[in-house]
C-alpha cells in the first residue's frame, strides 16, 4: 500500500556527486525507519544507509564520509548524497520504509559511476 518512488539515479563521473530522493505516498514519520539498499548486477541487496524515526542514522562502511541520508518531512521524501563516488557504487539504488513488520520497497534508480 505505501509507495515509494526514487528519482535523481543517472551516470556520474568517478569523483563526483549525486542525489537520489526517495517520495513516499504517506507522511515519513509513520515509519520506524527508511533507508537506501543498493543491488549491483550478480550481487546480493545490500543496506547502504538508513534514518530512524528519531534521525539516527547508520551507514554501511564502505559509505562512510561520502553519503549522507537526510530528509524532509514537509515532502515526505527521504534524500541521499552521494560525494566522491567510486565505480564500484554503480547499482541500483532502492528506497526502503519499514512500518512494524511491513516494508515496502520503491522500483529502484540506476546509478552508474564511470572510470
Known amino acids: 500500500q505505501v509507495q515509494l518512488v526514487e528519482s535523481g539515479g543517472g551516470l556520474v563521473q568517478a569523483g563526483g556527486s549525486l542525489k537520489v530522493s526517495c517520495a513516499a505516498s504517506?507522511?515519513?514519520?509513520?515509519?520506524?525507519?527508511m533507508g537506501w539498499f543498493r543491488q549491483a548486477p550478480g550481487k546480493q541487496r545490500d543496506l547502504v544507509a538508513s534514518?530512524?524515526?528519531?534521525?539516527?542514522?547508520w551507514y554501511a562502511d564502505n559509505v562512510k564520509g561520502r553519503f549522507t541520508i537526510s530528509r524532509d518531512g514537509a515532502k515526505n521524501t527521504v534524500n541521499l548524497q552521494m560525494n566522491s563516488l567510486k565505480p564500484e557504487d554503480t547499482a541500483v539504488y532502492f528506497c526502503?520504509?519499514?512500518?512494524?513488520?511491513?516494508?515496502?520497497w520503491g522500483q529502484g534508480t540506476q546509478v552508474t559511476v564511470s572510470s
Open positions: 534514518i530512524s524515526r528519531g534521525g539516527i542514522t
Open positions: 504517506e507522511n515519513i514519520f509513520d515509519f520506524g525507519g
Open positions: 526502503v520504509a519499514d512500518r512494524g513488520s511491513e516494508r515496502s
